[in-house]
């Protein structure tokens, strides 16, 4: 029992973050699917999402600032992806890759101009934010209820690919891009629709992340918006189940490094980001392609 | 005859290039105006050989790396480590009881040794991972990267790299001087060049065009992957030794992968496979983010007015604008895969002449 209350909290963090990754990592790997493009302003647009929920809550009630982050997210994200990556479909793709980082990097300095570099306190949204109390370990709401929603998310995400309509142009345009566009598939408003679930996705993620970690800088973005990337390449990029796995993966292990940090004697807490790396390295160096990314799982 | 006349000229214009920069370097006051010209001179220098030397893996070889960063680090931290004085290390590693490395070497060999110890950490990451293709190599390189970032921060190695504290103290030429790390640099990218132009060099292109049809020529692409990007970091390596210099102080935070895409910017507005344009690049570059538009971090008032928007930040603001501006409509970069050489505008000078001395138009 002392063992668990110990150790619960490390568990339970890594399966919470894993969720939030995973919420970010769909956005990577839809894209990537599609575009064959590393969207790399994908982590900037999360934390644009936390940068506006601070500022927003500051002047209206909660209830009115989450959905309009919601959807002032999803708006930003389908804006650059309009203004940025549309213009270059028939550039080379190294042309889109650079357009993402001038977009992560004009996002960052944009944060960085109406902060002024300081780190904003994300408000704290009842209920979610409140403090629990699990098998002896206190934590906040936010770390139970994140996995359960993060696999809620992906459970709707993949009956909306499996069974509508825009799914199935999903599908028809990740497996090949050019045929697809020949078979009458609007491929701009299929883009346009992955751009709008992955900020979506991102904003729900942005919500839950910040409400355990509670300053917003510029950067905020990068490593959480990196590892999610990980966890997609990890997973096998272009696969939504595996995308999920890899986050909860990388999440969980994250977490058990400083959870091993309490019995090692040397102190190995600073190679906690960089771990999700090594794993990365450890898994393409046995299989290419990711986890799952052989078999061509319901690729997106 | 032709190739000697060339020759001729190329040194005559670096001992001008050479002379101006003494000229520029006695004659400007750290206090006057100019002095962010020296600096954006210096750090444009460092920034062109490390551009080159990304450009020789991302533009002639293919390989989309983006491990620059932290072949930087490892040389900044090789120089920094081997090159503090004695006397000066139990002040600079003062948590760490004078670190473990008790004598120093010469700068220059600290250059050198910077350039060796980041080819090899380059050599023994290539194993395995440049089994991989495009995007997960990216994506591989990265993650060491970091890794070794999060290495060289590490407490227990703290005797070697002085924990996440900063080294310091080292001797600083490349910022003493604006001549050193521009001799340095230039002296480096030629010796890029000439492999560009070698056997090796029509190799690396070879497989960036296709890699199929290069090894069925004959190449053996291990070796030739391995080679550039051994190459690659090896100058990589010496660029972050004068960064070193530049900075006089190294930190292993400052060495994330936001570097490494700065880089990649710099490379792809100059050209993806312009040797030339990652130079002029790297200069605009350093001279738009860190001189010429510092004057809308300022406030201005004319007359009544006040001019909105500008205060600190906007300055950073207006270079990503213009970055994409240039990333959106310029594709090609500003020289494409063309090269700039005094040859090539000596021809059509002497062209253009002809063609005025025919009366023929333009």
Excluded at chain 1, 122 to 128: Q, S
Excluded at chain 2, 104 to 116: E, K, N, S
Excluded at chain 2, 330 to 337: A, D, E, K, L, S
Aim: aromatic letters at 12%.
């Amino acid at each position: 029992m002392e063992w668990l209350s110990r150790n619960l909290p490390y568990l339970l963090a890594g399966i919470s973050v894993g969720g939030q990754y995973a919420l970010i990592a769909i956005g990577y790997t839809m894209v990537y699917g599609i575009l064959r493009l590393i969207n790399f302003a994908h982590g900037d647009i999360f934390m644009v999402a936390g940068l506006m929920m601070v500022y927003l809550s500051a002047s209206l009630p909660i209830y009115v600032s989450i959905p309009l982050v919601i959807v002032l997210t999803v708006l930003i994200g389908f804006t650059v992806e309009r203004v940025a990556y549309k213009p270059l479909r028939s550039a080379p793709r190294m042309s889109v890759m650079i357009s993402a980082i001038g977009v992560s990097y004009l996002l960052q300095n944009l944060a960085l101009y109406i902060t002024g570099g300081l780190a904003q306190q994300y408000p704290a949204i009842p209920w979610i934010s409140d403090q629990i109390t699990v098998f002896g370990a206190s934590t906040k709401r936010v770390t139970v209820i994140t996995p359960f929603l993060t696999i809620i998310l992906v459970v709707l995400l993949v009956a909306l690919i499996k069974n509508t309509k825009i799914g199935m142009a999903m599908r028809a345009a990740s497996k090949d891009f050019e045929t697809s566009q020949l078979m009458g598939i609007k491929i701009n408003s299929v883009i346009s629709m992955t751009f709008i679930i992955g900020s979506f996705l991102a904003a729900i993620g942005s919500l839950l992340f910040f409400s355990n970690y509670t300053g917003v800088t510029p950067t905020i973005g990068t490593m959480p918006g990196l590892k999610a990337f990980v966890a997609a390449v990890f997973g096998g990029i272009g696969s939504i189940p595996g995308a999920v796995i890899g986050a909860f993966i990388i999440g969980i292990c994250e977490n058990l490094v400083m959870m091993a940090n309490q019995y090692v004697s040397i102190d190995i807490s600073n190679f906690k980001d960089a771990f999700a790396f090594l794993l990365l390295i450890i898994i393409l160096f046995f299989k290419p392609t990711g986890l799952f990314g052989e078999k061509q799982t319901d690729k997106v | 005859m032709k190739k000697k006349k060339e020759l001729v000229i190329s040194l005559v214009l670096i001992a001008v290039l050479i002379g101006i920069l003494r000229l520029m370097e006695i004659n400007i006051s750290p206090q006057s105006k100019w002095a962010m010209l020296m600096t954006v001179l210096k750090k444009g220098s460092i920034y062109a050989l490390v551009a080159v030397s990304m450009n020789l893996l991302n533009g002639f070889t293919g390989l989309f790396s983006l491990g620059q960063a932290g072949f930087m680090m490892i040389g900044a931290y090789t120089y920094a480590i081997f090159t503090i004085p004695a006397d000066q290390r139990e002040m600079v590693y003062m948590y760490y009881n004078g670190g473990i490395v008790k004598f120093a070497i010469p700068a220059i060999c600290g250059v050198l040794l910077a350039g060796v110890f980041a080819a090899f950490f380059a050599f023994l990451i290539g194993i395995p991972v440049l089994r991989l293709k495009s995007d997960y190599l990216a994506i591989a390189t990265l993650g060491f990267a970091e890794i070794m970032r999060a290495l060289f921060q590490w407490d227990t190695l703290g005797p070697l790299t002085n924990g996440s504290n900063m080294l310091r103290s080292y001797p600083t030429p490349a910022s003493a001087s604006v001549i050193y790390p521009f001799v340095v640099s230039g002296v480096c990218i030629a010796v890029i060049v000439l492999m560009i132009n070698s056997t090796y060099g029509r190799a690396f292109k070879a497989i960036r065009d296709d890699e199929i049809a290069a090894e069925a020529m004959g190449i053996n692409l291990a070796h030739h992957k391995r080679i550039a990007f051994t190459v690659s970091s090896f100058f990589a390596g010496i660029s972050g030794a004068l960064l070193a210099m530049f900075q006089t102080n190294v930190q292993a935070k400052s060495f994330n992968s936001a570097m490494t895409y700065e880089i990649l910017l710099i490379v792809v507005i100059g050209g993806i496979g312009s040797v030339t344009g990652s130079v002029i690049s790297s200069f605009l570059f350093i001279a738009c983010s860190e001189w010429l538009l510092r004057f809308l971090d300022e406030q201005h008032v004319i007359g009544e007015f006040t001019v909105p928007l500008m205060r600190s930040g906007f300055r950073k603001v207006v270079f990503s604008i213009i970055i994409m501006v240039i990333v959106l409509f310029f594709r090609q970069g500003i020289m494409g895969t063309r090269e700039f050489s005094i040859s090539g505008i000596l021809n059509k000078i002497s062209g253009r002449s002809r063609k005025a001395q025919k009366g023929e138009p333009k």
